[in-house]
């Protein structure tokens, strides 16, 4: 049982380290990152975010505390806008994620991913869509995955595919090869098996439309029971 002071000083705390991690994604110095991270996990966190912000010069991040889990962990809600321009044309990124953290004299020691989804636009009317995607399914059942389309396109035609990301392909920032097909106009929208054992599947969505193209992903977390998913 924690103690009535410990209680009430881990909100703060975390409150305090979310803020100077903020204002070290958002200063663009390794020097800043290295000083909210602890130095074990610093080269990997360092390598990505300077990969990340070389695809993304304009960046703008922002972390909040969020719910603790039942384990204890604290948690945060890190919200990341971009833009960038390649090849003629321009992108804009949406992407957020839930962080499940420990933390030790003020720097984070570990961390792992609980909830992800980005979107990432193109074009000069970037399409309006939704992620219909689920945060959890059960281990061995069918779910959806589905990409929709949020407004008519008439008799435009659309090309999509789907491609599970491996934990290399995360962790080095790869680019799928993903294989498209035609797509009806509302979307793509295809069914899933999840494993039979619990853990985590990352899923990459790309449609291309006229005027330019919408790729997403997204991390389902899979459990054993519903339990599992109300201690995350």
């Not at 281990?139 to 990301?165: F, H, K, M, N, W």
């Amino acid at each position: 049982m924690q103690s009535p002071g410990r209680a009430a000083t881990e909100p703060l705390a975390t409150g305090s380290f979310a803020q100077r991690l903020q204002r070290a994604l958002n200063s663009g110095s390794d020097q800043d990152l290295g000083a909210a991270v602890a130095p074990e996990l610093l080269p990997s966190l360092g390598r990505r975010y300077q990969s990340f912000r070389a695809d993304f010069p304009v960046l703008s991040w922002a972390v909040q505390p969020d719910e603790p889990l039942a384990d204890g962990r604290s948690t945060l809600l890190v919200t990341v806008n971009g833009a960038t321009t390649a090849q003629g044309f321009s992108y804009q990124l949406q992407a957020q994620e839930r962080l499940a953290i420990r933390t030790h004299a003020g720097r984070l020691t570990a961390q792992e991913v609980i909830l992800q989804e980005s979107l990432l636009r193109s074009g000069k009317r970037p399409l309006q869509v939704t992620m219909g995607i689920p945060d959890f399914v059960l281990t061995g059942s069918r779910y959806d995955i589905d990409l929709i389309v949020d407004e008519p396109l008439g008799q435009a035609i659309l090309a999509g595919g789907l491609i599970e990301l491996s934990d290399q392909q995360l962790d080095t920032l790869a680019r799928p090869n993903l294989q498209l097909e035609p797509l009806g106009s509302g979307g793509l929208f295809k069914s899933v098996r999840a494993p039979q054992r619990p853990g985590s599947q990352t899923w990459a969505l790309m449609v291309v439309h006229p005027d330019g193209v919408v790729t997403a992903t997204k991390r389902v977390q899979i459990v054993s029971s519903l339990s599992d998913k109300e201690r995350n």
